[in-house]
């Protein structure tokens, strides 16, 4: 039994993360994080306001050794949404950078500022001298929140155990080492960039170069100098895809690179193609979510499968089930079922809501609501979701209720509904439909989309606004967004 990260202690020298200019080994990350841990040992639950640097790492850590549980929060987070999430999870106390200037939703909490340098580089705290909690425990580790088609998110539970689970899978289908350099992009509020990109280089023992922000430029820079694996999503897959043709550099650090990974949703073939013509290279596809983690994966080495998420990682059991509930036994790459899972990857429960929990599964098997075929060798490729009210855009998972609730908020809104869109950078793009109050004085598109972004969160914005004199309902008076006209009006 080891804990989450038995490289914490192992080689003080070792580089563990660099963000910029902030660069910490693994013994300063450790002093860090165990001085914390030690302060912080004993609180119910701390919100991390989760900027992409190295002190969200370090309050992390620091949570995970101390066994508390820790809510990453997105500081873009709008008034409504982090008042929810707040009351929600209610936590004892913020850890946050010195000069980081928080919410007054914050207010009421204790604040702690972390020190990414810790003031005594003392010996390790003895209560976390073996590593803080045991890896298999089912203690909460993080809870993160996630989208619903419909009311505000969700915090999703993740124990220790399903943590270590889902990175020691990874580690076998990418052969992922302690040599391995991450460079990434993500923000850490997600599992994405949190868990697999910040604690999967961190229990390997390998390192992170974070680059603060998605560009192009960083990931040449970074990949061209050592990093030897990219995560990203789509989007920022296509973006690179745009500018392989007109710049050598990114070429090299691309095609230098020991895997390519790509997820949180669907990589267009054309981007695969785009990027595979100019590099040599093949993207990988992994596919995963907030409750489960990551659950299937193309293998490293096991050459081009564009279009396909791979095989169920270890340890996850993974079977199509028709709409009938009838499990589907073909693998004729034709079939289409709905994923359910079951395994030590997947979540504890959503907080506070026992209704929510129960509803996603059927028995002990988690009900991904994505729709996939299998092929013959086994592996997946996803064709759709069941909830034609959930989004994907830029890789963020957004529910089209909590945008309308919004919407219908603003004054100058009489009736609204969202849909999502191809986009061909984003995946979907949001579009909101919008009745106004006053037909002959329709409020303006910016101001619309500024509203949704501060209650919300600025990636749940609309990025068009078309505005209807009514909306299409049936004789239920339910919005029949497939009658939608396909007319465009201004673009937000
Ligand atoms: C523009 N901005 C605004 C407004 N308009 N802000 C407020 N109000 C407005 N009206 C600002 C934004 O805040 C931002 O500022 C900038 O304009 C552009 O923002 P954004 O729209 O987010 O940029 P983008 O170009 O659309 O971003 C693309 C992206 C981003 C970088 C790829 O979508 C991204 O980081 N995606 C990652 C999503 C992710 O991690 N998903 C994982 C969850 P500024 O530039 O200052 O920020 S899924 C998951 O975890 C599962 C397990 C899985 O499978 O992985
Ligand atoms: P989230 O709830 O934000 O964690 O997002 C999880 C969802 O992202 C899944 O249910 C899928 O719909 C989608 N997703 C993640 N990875 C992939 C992938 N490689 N291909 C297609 N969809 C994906």
């Given at each position: ?16 993360l ?7 080994t ?40 101390a ?19 707040l ?24 604040r ?16 976390f ?26 915090g ?6 399903a ?11 990418w ?31 390998g ?21 030897t ?38 990589l ?54 028709e709409?009938d ?61 069941k909830?034609?009210d ?35 950078d984003?995946g ?14 329709p ?6 989309t ?39 009006t201004?673009?937000?």
């Amino acid at each position: 039994m080891s804990a989450l990260f038995p490289a914490l202690w192992a080689d003080p020298d070792r580089p563990a993360l660099r963000f910029g200019a902030d660069a910490l080994t693994y013994g300063e990350l450790a002093g860090a994080a165990g001085a914390l841990a030690a302060r912080i040992g004993g609180a119910g639950r701390v919100a991390v306001w989760a900027t992409p640097t190295a002190r969200t790492t370090v309050a992390v850590v620091a949570a995970l050794l101390a066994g508390i549980p820790a809510i990453p929060v997105n500081p873009r987070t709008g008034e409504r949404e982090l008042a929810h999430i707040l009351g929600d999870s209610a936590p004892s106390m913020v850890l946050a950078g010195p000069e980081d200037v928080l919410p007054a939703a914050f207010a009421e909490l204790p604040r702690i500022d972390v020190e990414t340098q810790a003031a005594h580089l003392g010996p390790v705290p003895a209560a976390f001298a073996h590593g803080g909690v045991p890896d298999d425990s089912e203690a909460p580790a993080l809870i993160v929140y996630t989208s619903g088609t419909t009311g505000p998110p969700k915090g999703v539970v993740l124990s220790h155990r399903a943590i270590a689970a889902s990175l020691d899978a990874l580690e076998e289908a990418w052969a992922w080492t302690a040599d391995d350099v991450l460079v990434h992009a993500l923000p850490l509020f997600h599992v994405h960039g949190l868990i697999l990109g910040i604690l999967g280089p961190l229990r390997r023992g390998g390192s992170v170069r974070h680059l603060g922000g998605f560009s192009v430029e960083g990931v040449a820079r970074e990949l061209g100098a050592g990093g030897t694996m990219l995560f990203g999503v789509p989007t920022m897959y296509h973006r690179l895809a745009d500018a392989v043709g007109s710049d050598p550099a990114l070429v090299r650090a691309l095609a230098g690179a020991r895997l390519l990974v790509s997820g949180s949703a669907a990589l267009p073939l054309h981007d695969h193609e785009r990027l595979t013509a100019a590099t040599g290279r093949q993207v990988v596809e992994r596919y995963g979510m907030t409750e489960t983690l990551m659950l299937t994966s193309v293998r490293v080495g096991s050459g081009p499968r564009p279009g396909s998420v791979g095989l169920p990682l270890r340890g996850v059991d993974l079977r199509l089930v028709e709409e009938d509930g009838k499990e589907i036994g073909a693998s004729d790459g034709e079939s289409v079922g709905e994923i359910q899972v079951r395994g030590p990857n997947l979540f504890s429960a959503y907080l506070n809501r026992p209704d929510a929990t129960a509803a996603a599964f059927d028995g002990e098997w988690f009900r991904t609501g994505d729709m996939a075929v299998r092929d013959a060798d086994g592996s997946l490729r996803i064709v759709g979701r069941k909830a034609t009210d959930l989004i994907k855009s830029g890789g963020y998972k957004i529910g089209a209720g909590e945008i309308e609730n919004a919407l219908l908020d603003h004054p100058e809104v009489r009736e609204a509904a969202v849909t999502g869109e191809p986009d061909a950078d984003l995946g979907e793009r949001i579009v909101a439909w919008i009745v106004p109050a006053d037909p002959d004085g329709p409020p303006a598109a910016a101001d619309l989309t500024a509203h949704v972004a501060a209650l919300l969160a600025p990636h749940k914005r609309p990025r068009t606004v078309r505005f209807l004199p009514a909306l299409p309902r049936n004789d239920m008076g339910k919005v029949l967004k497939k009658a939608l006209p396909g007319a465009a009006t201004p673009d937000a």
